[in-house]
């Protein structure tokens, strides 16, 4: 797995909340955002909430109080029929299409979708049964690290190979305080996972986490995605609207041009402002020949005509050999 730069994904989830025109509207927004790629939930509501499965304290603040935990993810879900529709509108706008899943009913589901990646959700990095079977169908996958020790991982990335996964740094807060982002989390993943691609998704409230992400590394950045920010609803706090995505997107692609090649070698276009920033030595007033340099008679002055200043420092106090009008230079 490889990237040329760093690969965007606004994950719309369950944000649309079981809508599909809104679905298909975010795919648009996400496009103009500037996204690499979108993606979606696929989950049974009979495994991802047991009927009198509590609330999360993100989700009682979020949801309404009359909606059991079952009951939403039950309406946020997003049927095989619906999903074929999506991806095609995804295709139109160029967008890879991603989803990810939550137990093995879903897995069969996505067969039918012929995903460009399987991300796997932090929630089910332990789930190493439903992690062979995704490996089984699936090249190369995005896995989500959040509430996950070295071992979790470890597991995890013995099953697919290194080489074929992108593990992303995760908090699973919602949202997460600053303070618990923890970003050098991720460049601990890419010492102790070198060959694999490493990344960060998203819970903090903002972009500065992703753009921190992006500074200092990341090959991939996951989003929570939103037409509105301010909606009711379970993710919408956390996410990103189109506005912000393309802020986050366009410091992606520039990143790369950004960090060069290292060279201590300066570029031909910046040598070629030497001439207008740099300064040469030049006669103030005549000097005849035999008159001693001095800054009496000598200025020091753009543009730079010649590299001469280190040479001419040398001079002071010499004479000259020649006769020199007013503005030559020296």
């Not at 648009?28 to 304290?57: C, E, H, M, R």
């Not at 589901?109 to 089984?136: G, H, P, Q, R, V």
């Amino acid at each position: 797995m490889n990237f040329k730069k760093p690969y965007i994904i606004a994950e719309i989830g369950i944000n649309h909340e079981g809508k599909f025109n809104k679905a298909s509207n975010l795919i648009k927004l996400a496009k103009y955002g500037g996204a690499d790629a979108v993606k979606f939930q696929v989950f049974n509501p009979n495994t991802i909430a047991y009927k009198k499965t509590a609330k999360s304290t993100q989700h009682k603040k979020t949801t309404k109080k009359s909606e059991s935990n079952h009951e939403m993810w039950k309406r946020l879900r997003l049927n095989l029929n619906q999903l074929k529709k999506l991806k095609k509108i995804s295709s139109f706008y160029k967008l890879d299409f991603i989803c990810s899943v939550f137990d093995i009913e879903s897995l069969e589901i996505l067969k039918k979708l012929n995903c460009k990646f399987i991300k796997i959700a932090s929630s089910e990095i332990t789930d190493l049964y439903l992690l062979k079977k995704i490996n089984s169908i699936s090249k190369y996958n995005i896995i989500s690290t959040g509430m996950a020790n070295l071992n979790e991982i470890r597991r995890a990335v013995k099953i697919f190979g290194e080489k074929n996964i992108c593990l992303l740094h995760c908090a699973s807060l919602y949202p997460c305080d600053p303070s618990l982002v923890n970003m050098q989390r991720m460049q601990s993943l890419k010492k102790k996972f070198p060959k694999s691609v490493i990344g960060y998704s998203n819970h903090a409230i903002g972009i500065e986490a992703p753009i921190l992400a992006l500074s200092m590394g990341a090959e991939c950045i996951e989003v929570h995605f939103t037409d509105n920010k301010r909606q009711i609803g379970a993710d919408h706090l956390l996410s990103v609207d189109h506005h912000d995505l393309k802020i986050v997107s366009k410091f992606a692609k520039n990143i790369v041009k950004m960090k060069g090649t290292g060279s201590l070698n300066i570029s031909r276009t910046e040598k070629q402002n030497r001439y207008f920033f740099r300064k040469s030595a030049y006669a103030k007033n005549q000097i005849k020949k035999g008159d001693k340099y001095s800054f009496e008679n000598v200025i020091i002055r753009r543009p730079c005509k010649t590299n001469n200043l280190p040479k001419f420092y040398k001079l002071l106090g010499k004479k000259s050999k020649k006769n020199l009008k007013a503005g030559d230079n020296i």
